[in-house]
C-alpha cells in the first residue's frame, strides 16, 4: 500500500461484513417462516424482514464499492485522498442512514417498493451521502497524476449508479409507471453500471495479481463496457411483460436479454485468459481465487440462470416466484458479493501488513460458502419450479402449494447453515487481521 490514506477503505470493508452477518440473519428469519416457524411474526413481519434482508444487501455491496474505489483511487491516481475527515463523515452518514432505514422497517416506516423500500425523506440523505462520496473521489482522481482506463471506468460506473439512483425517487400514482422507472434503478444498476463498477475492480485485481499489462487489461474492459450497454439497456424490457406496457417490449426485451449473459460471459473467460497467461504470481493466491470465483458464478449466476427465464414464454410462468429468488441469489453473490469479499482478501494484507490469507479458514471460508450459496441456489430452483408447476400449470391454491414448499426450505436452511459457517470463517479472519497499520506502508 502506497498512500495512508487508503487505509479508510478498512471501515467500509468492515462495515459490510457487518452487514452481510445481519442480512443473513434476516434470511433465516424468513426461511423458518416458509417452513412454518413463525414466532417472530409480532416483532418482525415479514415484510420487514424482507426488506431488511435486500436493504441490507445493497448497503453491503455499496460499502463494499466504496471501500474498493477509496483503495483503488489513490493507487491509480498516485495521490492521497483529498481529505480524510470528508471521508470520516461519509462513512458514519452511510452508516447511521443504514441504521435508521432498518429500524423504521421493523416500525412500519417504508414504502413497499421492493429493493427501494427506504422512505422518502431517507432517499435525499442517500443522495447527499452519494455526492460527498462522489465529489471525494472524483477530486482525488482528477486532480491526481494519473487517469487510467480502470479508475475510469470505476468512476463512471459510481457516477451513473448515483444518477439511476433517481428515477426511483420520482412520484407516480400509477402502478405501471412507477414500476417502469422502477427498473431504471433495479435494472440498470446490477446489468448496467455495477457491472462497470464490477469491469473496473476485476481489471485491478487482475492487474495487480496475474501480473499480465495493464494495456491488455484494459483493452478487454473496452469490450465489457461495449457488451455491456449493448444488451442491458434495452435488456431492461425483460421486466416490461405484462405488466401493462406496450407488447413491443415482449421482443426487445427477450431479444437483448437474451444476449446479456455475452458480457459476463467475457469477464469471464478473460479472468482465465488473464490467470493462465500471468507469469508473475502474487503471493495472496486466495484473492486470485475470488476473482476467478466471482468472473465464474457471476456468469452462471446472472448469465445462465438469468436467461433461464429471460425469454416471455418462461416468464409469463415464471414471474414472482422463487424461480426468481433461485436467480437473484447466485446472481449478486457470484456478481457482487464475491466481487467485494475478493476485493477485501486482497487488501486487508496490504493495508495492516498482516498476511493471515495463508491460515486455512480463510481458505474453508471461500469453499463453505461457495458449496452453501450453490446449494441454496438449487433448493430455491426446485422450489421455483415445484410452485410454477403446482399454482400455475395444476391452480392449485396459494396457500396449499405454500404447503407442499415447505419441505424446501428445510434444504435451503441446511445449505445457507454451511454457508454462514463460511462468512463466519471469513469474518474471524477478518477480524483478526487487526486495524490498518502504518507499517504496511512500507510494504506497497
Ligand atoms: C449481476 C447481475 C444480476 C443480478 C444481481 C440480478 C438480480 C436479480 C434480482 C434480485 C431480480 C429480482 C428483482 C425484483 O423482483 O425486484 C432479478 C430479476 C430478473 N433477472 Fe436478474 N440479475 C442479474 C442479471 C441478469 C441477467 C444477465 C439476466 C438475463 C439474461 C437476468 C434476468 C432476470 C429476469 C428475467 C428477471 C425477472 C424475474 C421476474 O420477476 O419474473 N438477470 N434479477
Ligand atoms: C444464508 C442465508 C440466507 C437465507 C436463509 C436467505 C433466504 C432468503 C429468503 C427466504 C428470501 C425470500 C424469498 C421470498 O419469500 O420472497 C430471500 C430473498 C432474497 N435474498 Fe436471501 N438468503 C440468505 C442470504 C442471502 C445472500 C448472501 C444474498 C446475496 C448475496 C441474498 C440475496 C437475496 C435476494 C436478492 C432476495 C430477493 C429475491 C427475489 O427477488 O425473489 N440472500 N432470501
Ligand atoms: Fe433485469
Redesign the pocket.
Known amino acids: 500500500m502506497k498512500y495512508k490514506s487508503q487505509q479508510v477503505a478498512y471501515w467500509f470493508f468492515a462495515l459490510s461484513v457487518i452487514l452481510l452477518v445481519l442480512q443473513i440473519a434476516y434470511g433465516f428469519v424468513m426461511a423458518f417462516a416458509h417452513l412454518g416457524y413463525d414466532g417472530l411474526h409480532e416483532i418482525i413481519p415479514f415484510n420487514a424482514a424482507s426488506a431488511t434482508h435486500?436493504n441490507l444487501l445493497v448497503v453491503w455491496i455499496l460499502s463494499g464499492f466504496m471501500g474498493a474505489a477509496y483503495y483503488i483511487i489513490p493507487d491509480e491516481a498516485e495521490r492521497e485522498l483529498i481529505s480524510i475527515p470528508l471521508v470520516k463523515l461519509q462513512f458514519w452518514s452511510l452508516a447511521i442512514v443504514g441504521v435508521v432505514a432498518v429500524i423504521g422497517f421493523h416500525l412500519g416506516w417504508w414504502e413497499g417498493r421492493?429493493?427501494l423500500e427506504i422512505p422518502r425523506p431517507l432517499d435525499y440523505l442517500v443522495v447527499i451521502n452519494v455526492l460527498l462520496f462522489l465529489y471525494i473521489i472524483l477530486m482525488t482522481l482528477f486532480t491526481g497524476k494519473k487517469r487510467t482506463t480502470t479508475s475510469l471506468v470505476l468512476s463512471m460506473g459510481l457516477f451513473f449508479a448515483a444518477l439511476l439512483y433517481l428515477p426511483g425517487m420520482i412520484w407516480f400514482d400509477n402502478q405501471t409507471m412507477d414500476s417502469f422507472f422502477?427498473?431504471w434503478v433495479?435494472?440498470l444498476?446490477?446489468?448496467g453500471v455495477?457491472?462497470l463498477i464490477?469491469g473496473g475492480i476485476l481489471a485491478y485485481l487482475l492487474i495487480k495479481l496475474t501480473g499480465v499489462d495493464r494495456e491488455l487489461i484494459e483493452k478487454w474492459l473496452y469490450v465489457i463496457v461495449g457488451l455491456t450497454f449493448l444488451?442491458?439497456v434495452l435488456?431492461t424490457g425483460?421486466?416490461y411483460?405484462y405488466i401493462g406496457t406496450p407488447k413491443y417490449w415482449l421482443m426487445i426485451?427477450g431479444i437483448f436479454?437474451?444476449?446479456?449473459?455475452l458480457?459476463?460471459l467475457g469477464m469471464a473467460l478473460f479472468a482465465i485468459a488473464m490467470y493462465r497467461k500471468g507469469e508473475k504470481r502474487h503471493p495472496n493466491k486466495l484473492a486470485l481465487t475470488w476473482t476467478l470465483g466471482t468472473a465464474i458464478l457471476?456468469f452462471v449466476?446472472?448469465?445462465?440462470?438469468?436467461?433461464?427465464?429471460?425469454?416471455p414464454a418462461?416468464?409469463l410462468w415464471?414471474?414472482?416466484?422463487f424461480?426468481?429468488?433461485m436467480?437473484?441469489?447466485l446472481?449478486?453473490w457470484?456478481?457482487?458479493g464475491m466481487l467485494v469479499l475478493g476485493m477485501i482478501t486482497y487488501a486487508m494484507p496490504l493495508i495492516t501488513g498482516r498476511k493471515m490469507y495463508t491460515k486455512p479458514g480463510a481458505n474453508y471460508a471461500f469453499w463453505l460458502s461457495n458449496i452453501g450459496m450453490i446449494g441454496m441456489t438449487t433448493a430455491f430452483a426446485v422450489a421455483g419450479v415445484t410452485q410454477v408447476y403446482l399454482e400455475r400449470k395444476v391452480g392449485m391454491d396459494f396457500v396449499d402449494v405454500q404447503l407442499a414448499m415447505e419441505v424446501h426450505f428445510l434444504i435451503l436452511i441446511g445449505a445457507a447453515s454451511i454457508f454462514t459457517l463460511g462468512i463466519v470463517l471469513y469474518i474471524i479472519n477478518f477480524f483478526k487481521y487487526g486495524s490498518p497499520s502504518n507499517e504496511a506502508l512500507v510494504t506497497a
Open positions: 435486500k421492493k429493493f422502477r427498473w433495479v435494472h444498476w446490477v446489468e455495477w457491472e464490477m444488451s442491458g435488456g425483460h421486466h411483460y426485451g436479454s437474451a444476449m446479456e449473459p458480457a459476463f457471476s449466476g446472472a448469465g445462465l440462470l438469468g436467461v433461464a427465464h429471460t425469454l418462461v416468464n415464471t414471474h414472482g416466484t424461480v426468481t429468488a436467480h437473484g441469489h446472481a449478486f457470484g456478481a457482487y
